[in-house]
C-alpha cells in the first residue's frame, strides 16, 4: 500500500509526481542549508560557540553527581 516510490503505470500523474518529489528534495537541502548559515553567521556575530552533546554531559555529570550524591565516574572511552 505504502512504497517510497510511484510506479508511473499505475498511477495517472505518476511522472509528474516523481519530478515534483525531485524538487522538493532539493529545495529542502537548499533551504537547511540556509538555515544553518544563518544560525553559524547569527552565533559567530555573538562570539558564540557550538558544541556537540558529549561536551555539554562532560560539563553537567559532575555537576549532576555533586547535586544527587551520585559518585561522578567518568565515560568509557568507546573504540569505533
Known sequence: M???TIEE????FGRELEQLNEVVEE???VVRDAETEA???IMRSK???AFC???YLSEIRPLF???FAIKHQP????WI
Request: charged share 25%.
Open 65 to 67: 553527581s555533586h547535586r
Open 53 to 55: 552533546a558529549a561536551d
Open 75 to 78: 565515560a568509557p572511552m568507546a
Open 9 to 12: 503505470e499505475d498511477h495517472p
Open 27 to 29: 529545495f529542502g537541502g
Open 39 to 41: 544560525d553559524i553567521s
Open 2 to 4: 505504502f512504497k517510497g
Open 47 to 49: 562570539n558564540l560557540a
